[in-house]
Every structure is written in structure tokens, then in C-alpha cells.
């Protein structure tokens, strides 16, 4: 594996932004720290519950000394300083290490960058960086537009780049968009050619750059958000700067006292154990910050499981190739849970040191540790179960010269991708290269990313000759994936045959529960209900979400309903809020006292994270589902204030006034937000959507087709526009559109059953019958067919 770098926080420009149909802000992902956004485990134990204190006056017996005892009280943050008497050698370690310098006090010794009244100009603005009355300043575009100074907080990283953090007021921190190469001593933009000014959601001034909730928890140790709703600011606090002992290893006064009075503590008075023999202890306390996940609270709970302090994402097509490899900024977890390294039970701290975050061998000697001549692994709790005995470094293998580029196992195996500008940072799915699958689903390939052009044609050529093999082999999932995400013949039976491989890992079935929705029958049904069984919490969470698509609320209910006492948050509250339309029509009987308990979670989860627009939009739908209607319009409105570019809120109080009969309202507000917006595609089409609910269905069609011109990928757009043609006598041109949608889009549904009975009336019965056999051809137990 690669030396691991602690990365300058970014704030993902593809975090969760929340539909009005998300558990979250789905991390998009789109724009959510280590988005929502996740994370799947393959059969294991669970991990530790967090220990309770025992009641005074319960009679509990004298454990023997061999057995040890849980603490009596809950643990606390302690001053690190005190680490350093008993564990100095992995205190040397870690000074000076990423984790240590993760975030850091602004000062001549921790600014790396050029504030020696230096000028760059990038998007079209100006930014000068200086140094004055004992700070370091930035001059820059602020929210409004206007250059203003700026003094910088704190510094976010060290290498390759560092980052800085400003301080505006009311206890935020942004995340400057202009940052410091410190490899060519640089400023560099790290949205260069996006038009990144004060009106881009991307700008460092606007929530998506808010670092109190995109990037400081993983920068710092005990970490708390401490958002205040009614005055709008933050009370932020940390244990101390940068990643820390009790980062990683939990509160240490329990540890402290043991310490110093030799006690039978569990763990030595830690609510977790590292080296615990279950992989995933370690692995999941590591995917707090080395994930794609959105959270479910302020902070994190050692001892808990991953998903009950976060929602991880998927292998979702915006973030991950079809392969599994990694496509937008999703850090380590995602990759290696799909490796064989995982499946083996290598766990991070095989391969890196974590308190200096190095290497723990040099070059191959960190792979050479299970994959040698010997053919045995040296690492304890590795299941060295078909190891080949081969020298893996040497140029019989590799193919390369010896000591050149190719010759490294990360070169072939962990291909890198640059982020943030100059950040590579190395796949960790351990793929094999193969070009010729590579050019057939256009994915990215070790060998083709060196060799191009006609250099590529040719070690495509030779691969085929050092690959070639008789033995038929099982359906891949890059290769079913691909079938199923482009609605290619077979693609519905190569869905299903997946999902009932047994060694799938769990993130890959979590990945293709999502999909059975494009997909549905009686089988996708079944596989959907066995995946609420799964023993694997990412994968139940997706499961619900099938069932959810499968069914109506009151038919959900016996299959979601033992969800509801889940061990695992995550899975318990998309459940609750799944069954909100059952739990309202009194259709859960014994359950409902379980549903209240996990919609309470849900509701407190929404309640801790009231600093996101997000989370407000879906408190506000969830108080007009279950009746608290008087709530709902302040809710939407501190969406606004949260974040006005949120355009999710404005639509749905847009729609929230007309219901209540403020139709001139919700016109003025919508008119307005778009002549600030006119190149808003969801705004247009909630302009299209209001006419027509209007009775203006002829002034409908312009925003309705400016809002599928401005974003032809979103199916939703184009499929209403069609409907609306339609509807106007205009079957050509709407059989057209639709034509067009399902030529990039051939799994849409919906598209397809309209354009079908739309031949079928207008007696074009050939083009009916040519879709309708390819619709068979995809998922022959599709219902819509009978």
C-alpha cells in the first residue's frame, strides 16, 4: 500500500445534496465531506457494544481476576500530554506525522504558504495574500462578491498541499478554495475552469465550504460541531488539534486510571480494542474519516458501529467506476472493502504504521508480507487460504524491468488518481489490470493509463496472450453492471445472478440493491426481503430502500417492521421513516411502539445536523407527514437561510404556499429566485410543474424545456416535458423526446411504457412491438409486461 497522506480538507463537491425523498442528504453524494452521504462489512461478529455502568444498587458478584471487569463510569478526554510517559516509541511516531499536523494553529512555524503580499488571479478573482499586525491575511472575494481581508485561522494539512481556514463570524471556519502546493511552491485554485465566483455553490464562502461540518472532525481529536439553530452559529470544540491518540483509540481517563492502579479493566479501561481478532473493530474506527459518509450526529461514539454514527455510500456510478475503482474524491474504505485483502482479513495496520501513517515495509515488502515464494503469509489473522508460492518481485511477474515504473505492486494493482489538484491517492481495491475488459466498459486501466494510443492497442494484444485461458468463469460484476446500467439484454437475470453469489462482498450487493428498482419482479422482490436478513448493516439499509421502491406503505410493514429494533441506527431509522404512511394509517400493530422509538432517532438525527439545509428540508417533510404541519413552513425557511442556493427547500415551500392557497406567494418567491437563477434547471421545472397546475399548460412548455436543455441527463426533466407535448396534441415531437431518452437511457421505465402506448395509439404497432421485445429481452418479469 501506498504512503497514506493526510489530506488538506476539501469539501467534497459531490456531497448529499437531500431530495425530498432522502433518509439524509444522500450523500452525494454530491457534496458531502467524506460524503452523503459508507461502508459494508462481509459476515462478521458485531462489534462491542459501548459498555453501561452498572446500577449502585444491583448485587453483582466479585468477577475472578482473570475475567475482566467493564468501567463504572464513562470515559472522559483526557490531556494527550500524558500519552507520552508509557508510549513514547508510538509518540515518536506520530510527531510530525499528517495525523499530527492535520490542523494546525496559524503561526510562522505552521504557514507554509507565500503570504509575502503575493497576488493570484483564478475564476476570474483576485485573491492577495500578506502579512500584517502578527497574522496572515488573505484578500478575496467574500459571500457578496466584494474583495475583503480575511485572517487566517488555521492551517489544514502539509503535503502535497495546505489548505487554510477563515474565520467570518459567528463561530464558522471556510475552507479557502485557493491553496498552497507545497511540493512547487505554489497557489493553486482547486476548482480550476469551473467558474468557481461568489455565486457557485463551490465558492469558499457558501455552506458547502463550511469546515466546522465538512472537515474539521477528522482534522482534529473530540471534535464537536456544537451548532446553536437559534442564533445561526457555531461553539465549536476540540480535545486537541490534529489526529490524536483518543482520535482512534476513545476517551483515556478510564485508561489513565488503569494505568496507575493495574485494575481489571476491559480493554485497560478503553471502550475499544484495536487488535481485537475482528478485523472490522479496527477497520470501521478508520472509515470514520477514510470514507465516503455523511453523518447522524455530532461526532462519533467509540465502541458503536460505523452506521451508528454514519451513513456511508455505495459504489454509486457518480463516485465509483463500474469496476469498483475510484472516480470522485471517496478515499480508501469504499475500494478496500471490495478487495480480497478484506475477505482475507487484513485490516489497515498490516501495511501502515498508524501512528507515523507510514508504510510499514518499503516498496513490494509491504505486499511481499503474504504474497511471496513461500507462498505463506507472516501476518497474524490472515487467512493465507490460497496463496501461490511465486516470486512476485521480479520482472517474470511484474513484466517490467526490475527498479522502473511497472515494477512496483502499486503501479499495477493500486492506480492513482489526482484530487485536489496535486493529491494522488492510490485505489485501494487491489484490481488486476485488463486492458481488453477496460476498453469494453470503459473503465480506467493500470496498463492503458501508461500505454496509449497505439502503444495500448498492443499491450491489449499481448494481455490477451498472458491471460488467455479456457476454463469458463462465473459472470464478473463490473460486466453485469454493466448490462444493468445500461438496460442491455440479459441485464435484469445478470442483477439477480449476482446478488445470489454467495462471496459477494457486501458492498458490491449493497451497491446492486440499489438497482433492483429498474428492475423489478417477483425475484427482485424475494432477493430484496432476503437482504433485510443480511448480516451486514449496509446491506440491510439498501434492502429497505428496494423494499420501499418495491411496495406501498401498508404492504412494506411485516417486511420493514422487524428493521425497527435493528441493532444498527442507520438501518433502524430508514426503516421508521419507510413505514412513516403505515405507522399513520395505524397498519403496525405490535410494532409501533419499536417505530416510534427509531422515528425519534431519525428525528434527532435531522435535529443534529439544523447547521444543513438539508436536514431542515427533511425535519419539514417529516412534520408534514406525521401532522405537525404548523412546523413546517419555518423549517423550510431556515433551509433558506442555511443555504438560499438549496434549491430542493425553495420548491418544496413553493409547493407548501400554493397548497395552502398562497399561490401569489409562492409565484413572487419562485419568479424572483429566477431571475437570480435563470440557469437553475429544477427551478424551470418547478416553474413548468406550478403552470400547469395553474391550467397554463402553453406557458408551461418554455421553462419545462429550458430546464431539459440546461440538464439533458436528468430523465425527469425530459420524461415531463414529453408528457406535456403529448397532452398538447404534439405526439411527434413527444414520441421524439422520449425516443432520445431512452437511447442514453434504456433501463427508464417509465419512458419506455408511455412511448409504447403512445404507438400503440397513434397505430404504430411495429415500433411498439421493437421496444416492448427489447423491454422482454431485459427483464422478462418485469409486472408492466403482463
Given at each position: 500500500m501506498p504512503k497514506h497522506k493526510n489530506k488538506a480538507a476539501r469539501p467534497d463537491p459531490d456531497s448529499p445534496r437531500s431530495s425530498t425523498s432522502s433518509l439524509l442528504f444522500p450523500m452525494t453524494i454530491g457534496v458531502l465531506l467524506a460524503a452523503v452521504a459508507g461502508i459494508g462489512w462481509?459476515?462478521?461478529?458485531?462489534?462491542?457494544?459501548?459498555?453501561?455502568?452498572?446500577?449502585?444498587?444491583?448485587?453483582?458478584?466479585?468477577?475472578?481476576?482473570?475475567?475482566?471487569?467493564?468501567?463504572?463510569?464513562?470515559?472522559?478526554?483526557?490531556?494527550?500530554?500524558?500519552?507520552?510517559?508509557?508510549?513514547?516509541?508510538?509518540?515518536?511516531?506520530?510527531?510530525?506525522?499528517?495525523?499530527?499536523?492535520?490542523?494546525?494553529?496559524?503561526?510562522?512555524?505552521?504557514?507554509?504558504?507565500?503570504?509575502?503580499?503575493?497576488?493570484?488571479?483564478?475564476?476570474?478573482?483576485?485573491?492577495?495574500?500578506?502579512?500584517?499586525?502578527?497574522?496572515?491575511?488573505?484578500?478575496?472575494?467574500?459571500?457578496?462578491?466584494?474583495?475583503?481581508?480575511?485572517?487566517?485561522?488555521?492551517?489544514?494539512?502539509?503535503?502535497?498541499?495546505?489548505?487554510?481556514?477563515?474565520?467570518?463570524?459567528?463561530?464558522?471556519?471556510?475552507?479557502?478554495g485557493v491553496a498552497w502546493d507545497s511540493e512547487k511552491h505554489r497557489w493553486f485554485h482547486l476548482y480550476p475552469g469551473q467558474g468557481v465566483n461568489f455565486k457557485n455553490p463551490l465558492h469558499w464562502s457558501k455552506p458547502s465550504q463550511n469546515a466546522n461540518f465538512m472537515c474539521v472532525e477528522c482534522h482534529t481529536t473530540g471534535f464537536k460541531r456544537n451548532f446553536e439553530a437559534a442564533s445561526n452559529s457555531f461553539n465549536s470544540q476540540w480535545n486537541s488539534l490534529g489526529v490524536g491518540c483518543q482520535a482512534c483509540h476513545g476517551p483515556a481517563s478510564n485508561h489513565l486510571q488503569w494505568a496507575e492502579q493495574k485494575t481489571d479493566l476491559m480493554h485497560h479501561g478503553f471502550d475499544v480494542d484495536l487488535k481485537d481478532k475482528n478485523a472490522a473493530v479496527e477497520i470501521e474506527t478508520c472509515a470514520r474519516c477514510h470514507a465516503r459518509r455523511a453523518p447522524l450526529g455530532d461526532g462519533f461514539t467509540v465502541g458503536k458501529r460505523l452506521m451508528d454514527d454514519y451513513l456511508p455510500s455505495v459504489l454509486t456510478r457518480e463516485l465509483y467506476e463500474l469496476d469498483g475503482k475510484i472516480k470522485d474524491e471517496v478515499f480508501e474504505h469504499g475500494s478496500f472493502l471490495q478487495s480480497k485483502m478484506f475477505d482475507k482479513g487484513v485490516r489497515c495496520s498490516?501495511?501502515?504504521?498508524?501512528?507515523?501513517?507510514?508504510?510499514?515495509?518499503?516498496?513490494?515488502?509491504?505486499?511481499?508480507?503474504?504474497?511471496?515464494?513461500?507462498?505463506?503469509?507472516?501476518?497474524?489473522?490472515?487467512?493465507?487460504?490460497?496463496?501461490?508460492?511465486?516470486?512476485?518481485?521480479?520482472?517474470?511477474?511484474?513484466?517490467?524491468?526490475?527498479?522502473?515504473?511497472?515494477?512496483?505492486?502499486?503501479?499495477?494493482?493500486?492506480?492513482?488518481?489526482?484530487?485536489?489538484?496535486?493529491?494522488?491517492?492510490?485505489?485501494?481495491?487491489?484490481?488486476?489490470?485488463?486492458?481488453?475488459?477496460?476498453?469494453?466498459?470503459?473503465?480506467?486501466?493500470?496498463?492503458?493509463?501508461?500505454?496509449?494510443?497505439?502503444?495500448?492497442?498492443?499491450?491489449?494484444?499481448?494481455?490477451?496472450?498472458?491471460?488467455?485461458?479456457?476454463?469458463?468463469?462465473?459472470?464478473?460484476?463490473?460486466?453485469?453492471?454493466?448490462?444493468?446500467?445500461?438496460?442491455?439484454?440479459?441485464?435484469?437475470?445478470?442483477?439477480?445472478t449476482q446478488l445470489q453469489r454467495s462471496n459477494l462482498p457486501a458492498i458490491q450487493r449493497a451497491t446492486l440493491l440499489a438497482e433492483l428498482p429498474l428492475y423489478p419482479s417477483e425475484q427482485a422482490l424475494k432477493l430484496a426481503t432476503e437482504g433485510l436478513r443480511h448480516a451486514d448493516p449496509q446491506v440491510r439499509e439498501s434492502a429497505v430502500r428496494a423494499i420501499s421502491a418495491f411496495l406501498p406503505p401498508a404492504e412494506r410493514a411485516p417486511l420493514l417492521s422487524p428493521l425497527l429494533g435493528d441493532p444498527v441506527k442507520a438501518v433502524r431509522i430508514v426503516a421508521a421513516r419507510d413505514l412513516l404512511g403505515a405507522s399513520r394509517n395505524n397498519g403496525l400493530g405490535a410494532a409501533q411502539a419499536n417505530w416510534n422509538a427509531a422515528i425519534a432517532e431519525y428525528e434527532a438525527v435531522q435535529q443534529s445536523l439544523l447547521e444543513r439545509a438539508e436536514a431542515n428540508l427533511n425535519l419539514a417533510m417529516l412534520y408534514q407527514a406525521s401532522g405537525r404541519t404548523a412546523e413546517v413552513e419555518g423549517l423550510l425557511r431556515s433551509a433558506l437561510q442555511r443555504d438560499p442556493d438549496f434549491y430542493p427547500a425553495l420548491v418544496t415551500l413553493v409547493q407548501w404556499l400554493e397548497a395552502n392557497g398562497r399561490v401569489a406567494e409562492a409565484q413572487t418567491l419562485l419568479g424572483d429566485s429566477l431571475k437570480q437563477h435563470p440557469d437553475a434547471a429544477l427551478?424551470?421545472?418547478?416553474?413548468?410543474?406550478?403552470?400547469?397546475?395553474?391550467?397554463?399548460?402553453?406557458?408551461?412548455?418554455?421553462?419545462?424545456?429550458?430546464?431539459?436543455q440546461l440538464e439533458p441527463q436528468n430523465a425527469q426533466y425530459g420524461y415531463v416535458l414529453a408528457v406535456a407535448l403529448h397532452e398538447s396534441g404534439k405526439v411527434n415531437e413527444a414520441c421524439a423526446l422520449l425516443e432520445g431518452l431512452l437511447n442514453v437511457q434504456p433501463a427508464n421505465r417509465n419512458a419506455r411504457l408511455s412511448l409504447i402506448q403512445w404507438y400503440l395509439d397513434s397505430g404504430q404497432e411495429p415500433k411498439a412491438q421493437v421496444l416492448l421485445q427489447g423491454w422482454k429481452k431485459m427483464n422478462m418479469g418485469d409486472p408492466a409486461l403482463k
Open positions: 462481509f459476515l462478521f461478529s458485531p462489534a462491542p457494544a459501548p459498555v453501561k455502568a452498572i446500577p449502585a444498587s444491583t448485587p453483582v458478584a466479585t468477577p475472578a481476576k482473570s475475567q475482566p471487569v467493564v468501567a463504572s463510569t464513562p470515559a472522559t478526554m483526557v490531556d494527550e500530554q500524558q500519552c507520552q510517559g508509557c508510549h513514547s516509541e508510538q509518540v515518536k511516531d506520530w510527531q510530525g506525522s499528517h495525523h499530527q499536523l492535520a490542523m494546525q494553529a496559524a503561526n510562522a512555524e505552521t504557514v507554509l504558504g507565500d503570504f509575502n503580499n503575493v497576488t493570484f488571479k483564478a475564476e476570474k478573482e483576485t485573491t492577495r495574500f500578506s502579512r500584517h499586525d502578527g497574522g496572515f491575511w488573505v484578500n478575496t472575494p467574500g459571500i457578496d462578491g466584494k474583495n475583503a481581508d480575511f485572517k487566517v485561522a488555521y492551517t489544514f494539512g502539509i503535503a502535497p498541499l495546505q489548505q487554510y481556514l477563515i474565520e467570518v463570524g459567528e463561530g464558522r471556519l471556510q475552507a479557502l498490516n501495511c501502515h504504521n498508524p501512528h507515523s501513517t507510514e508504510l510499514k515495509a518499503p516498496g513490494n515488502a509491504v505486499c511481499l508480507q503474504c504474497h511471496n515464494s513461500a507462498g505463506k503469509t507472516s501476518v497474524e489473522g490472515v487467512d493465507g487460504k490460497g496463496l501461490q508460492a511465486k516470486n512476485y518481485d521480479s520482472s517474470e511477474h511484474t513484466r517490467h524491468t526490475m527498479g522502473q515504473p511497472g515494477s512496483q505492486c502499486v503501479d499495477c494493482h493500486m492506480p492513482g488518481k489526482f484530487y485536489m489538484g496535486n493529491d494522488l491517492r492510490h485505489d485501494h481495491s487491489f484490481s488486476i489490470p485488463n486492458p481488453e475488459r477496460a476498453q469494453k466498459l470503459g473503465t480506467p486501466d493500470a496498463c492503458l493509463s501508461c500505454h496509449q494510443g497505439k502503444a495500448g492497442d498492443k499491450v491489449t494484444a499481448q494481455f490477451k496472450l498472458w491471460s488467455a485461458s479456457s476454463a469458463a468463469q462465473a459472470p464478473r460484476y463490473d460486466e453485469s453492471l454493466w448490462l444493468i446500467r445500461n438496460g442491455q439484454p440479459g441485464a435484469a437475470d445478470a442483477l439477480y427551478l424551470q421545472h418547478t416553474q413548468g410543474l406550478s403552470l400547469i397546475r395553474a391550467g397554463k399548460t402553453a406557458e408551461a412548455m418554455a421553462p419545462l424545456k429550458k430546464a431539459a
